[in-house]
């Protein structure tokens, strides 16, 4: 019984490290707000699917 305990621990230990290195990668993904990359990323979507923050920062930080 003692054995199907500790193997348990492990796995939630192990699903916990899984999910904190997702959230790392996911976060290393995002772009700086008006970075070149981050200005290229809007300009490739479409215009509809903008945030009314995400079209002012393109405005403040890729047009002017």
Not at 32 to 39: D, H, L, N
Request: aromatic share 10%; with cysteine; charged share 25%.
């Amino acid at each position: 019984m003692n054995q199907i305990i500790y193997d348990m621990k492990g796995v939630i230990i192990v699903k916990k490290l899984l999910s904190l290195v997702f959230v790392c990668f996911a976060l290393s993904a995002c772009t700086e707000v008006g970075s070149e990359a981050w200005c290229n990323d809007l300009k490739e979507k479409p215009k509809g699917d903008w945030s009314a923050n995400e079209a002012a920062d393109f405005a403040k930080h890729c047009i002017l």
